[in-house]
C-alpha cells in the first residue's frame, strides 16, 4: 500500500463520516429548518399557538375580503385543513386567490391567525402568457401548478 | 501505459501547464464573450414575458446559472483539492486557489440579484428559510477558503488547510440543492431538474442554458488566466519561469 492510496482512504473515510454526521444533524433539526407550519401541521398542534410562527397555503378561491382601512381577511389551506388570516397592510403583487402564501403572526383565541408580515411564495412555473391561457382552457380545474407548493 | 491515451501526468507540472492555460484563455474568452452576449440578448429582447410576474422575472437569467455555477466551482474545488492532498501534486492546489475568487463572486451574485427579484416578487428582500441560508454560508465558505489561504505564509501548509475546509464545506452542496424539497422553504422548488425536465417555456428554457454555457466559458477563462500567475508567482525561482519569454522580456 502505497501513501497515496493510504492518503486517499483518510479522504474518503473523512468524507464518509462527514456526511454521516451533518445527515444525523439534519435529522435532528428537521422541523427546526422549515420556514413555515401548513394548515395540516397547525391542526395537529405541530405549530408553537403561543408564539409567533409562519403559516404557508394556499389563498383559497373566493376568500379574500377586503375590510376596513387596509385590513384583509382571507383563508390559507392546504387542501385538507383551512385556517382564517387576518391582516393590515400591503399585500405584495404576486398575492392572489389560488396562489401561494406565506404569512407571519399567530392565533388568537378565536382561532382566527393575525399575520403582520405576508409573503408571496412564487412556484416553479415560468410561462409566457398563451402557453398560461392554453394551460388554463385545457384544465378548468385551477391554475396550473399551484398544487405543489 | 497505452501509448493512444493522453498522459494526463504530463499536465500536473506547472512548466507543461502553463503554455496550455495560455492557449486555452483566448479561446475561452470569446466562447464567453459570444454565448452571455447572445444569452442577454434573447433575455431582454427575445424571452417571451411570463404570465404571472411580467418582466421582473427576467432576472432569473442571471440569478440560476450564476447560482448553478456558485455550486457547480465549489465542487470542482473541493475535487482538485482532494486530489492535491492525496497525490501531493502542486498545480491541484494552484487550481483549486484559482477558482475560490469565482466562485465567490457567483455566490455573491446569486444572492444579489435573488434579493432583488425578492423584494417585488415575495414582498421581502432577504428571508432566513434553507435554500437562502445554506447559499449564504457557501459564500461564507468561499470567503473563509481564500482567507485562510491568504493568512498562512508557507503555500504548502496553506494549500493543505485551505483544501481540508474545501472539502468539509463540500456537505453543503447537496444541502443547497435539495433544501427546497427537503424543508418548506419561501424558495420555490427547481424549475429544472434531469428527473423532472423543465417547467419552463422553451424559449425562457433555452435562454438560460445559453447564460449557463457563457458562464462556464467565463469561469474557465478568467480561473486559468488566474491559475497562470499563480503558477508565475509561486515558481518563480525555477529555471524554466526564468527562460520564458515574457519574463526575459
Known amino acids: 500500500m502505497k501513501a497515496r492510496h493510504k492518503r486517499l482512504g483518510f479522504l474518503l473515510v473523512g468524507l464518509a463520516g462527514l456526511g454521516l454526521a451533518a445527515w444525523l444533524v439534519l435529522n435532528a433539526l428537521e422541523n427546526n429548518l422549515s420556514y413555515f407550519f401548513s394548515p395540516s401541521e397547525v391542526a395537529e398542534h405541530k405549530a408553537p399557538e403561543g408564539h409567533v410562527f409562519r403559516l404557508g397555503g394556499l389563498v383559497e378561491s373566493g376568500s379574500l375580503q377586503r375590510g376596513q382601512e387596509m385590513t384583509v381577511r382571507f383563508v390559507v389551506t392546504d387542501n385538507a385543513h383551512k385556517i382564517n388570516v387576518e391582516y393590515t397592510g400591503i399585500l405584495p403583487d404576486l398575492f392572489s386567490e389560488g396562489q401561494g402564501v406565506i404569512a407571519q403572526g399567530r392565533l388568537n383565541e378565536n382561532g382566527i391567525f393575525v399575520a403582520d408580515e405576508v409573503l408571496a411564495k412564487h412556484d416553479e412555473n415560468y410561462m409566457p402568457p398563451e402557453v398560461a391561457d392554453a394551460l388554463e382552457k385545457s384544465h378548468q380545474a385551477g391554475t396550473p401548478g399551484t398544487t405543489n407548493l | ?249
Open chain 2, 1 to 249: 501505459m497505452n501509448s493512444r491515451l493522453i498522459n494526463w501526468f504530463k499536465f500536473s507540472s506547472p512548466a507543461t501547464y502553463y503554455p496550455l492555460a495560455g492557449r486555452l484563455v483566448p479561446l475561452f474568452s470569446v466562447i464567453a464573450l459570444v454565448l452571455i452576449g447572445v444569452g442577454l440578448y434573447m433575455s431582454f429582447f427575445i424571452a417571451p414575458t411570463d404570465y404571472k410576474q411580467g418582466e421582473g422575472y427576467r432576472i432569473i437569467f442571471v440569478h440560476v446559472p450564476a447560482a448553478w455555477m456558485s455550486m457547480f466551482i465549489y465542487v470542482v474545488m473541493a475535487v482538485w483539492s482532494g486530489l492535491g492532498l492525496v497525490f501531493n501534486t502542486r498545480l491541484s492546489a494552484m487550481m483549486a486557489k484559482a477558482l475560490a475568487p469565482t466562485g465567490a463572486m457567483f455566490a455573491f451574485l446569486a444572492l444579489w440579484t435573488g434579493a432583488f427579484w425578492g423584494k417585488p416578487m415575495w414582498g421581502a428582500w432577504w428571508v432566513w428559510d434553507a435554500r437562502l441560508t445554506s447559499e449564504l454560508i457557501l459564500l461564507f465558505l468561499y470567503i473563509g477558503f481564500i482567507a485562510l489561504q491568504g493568512a498562512i505564509d508557507d503555500p504548502r501548509r496553506a494549500d493543505r488547510a485551505g483544501a481540508i475546509l474545501a472539502l468539509v464545506g463540500v456537505v453543503n452542496i447537496p444541502i443547497i440543492y435539495f433544501s427546497v424539497k427537503w424543508w418548506n422553504t419561501l424558495h420555490q422548488g427547481a424549475s429544472v431538474s434531469i428527473t423532472k425536465g423543465s417547467s419552463m417555456g422553451q424559449v425562457m428554457l433555452w435562454t438560460m442554458l445559453i447564460m449557463t454555457l457563457g458562464f462556464w466559458a467565463y469561469s474557465i477563462a478568467v480561473s486559468l488566466a488566474r491559475v497562470r500567475s499563480i503558477i508565475l508567482e509561486r515558481e518563480r525561482d525555477t529555471t524554466w519561469v526564468s527562460e520564458l519569454p515574457e519574463v526575459r522580456g
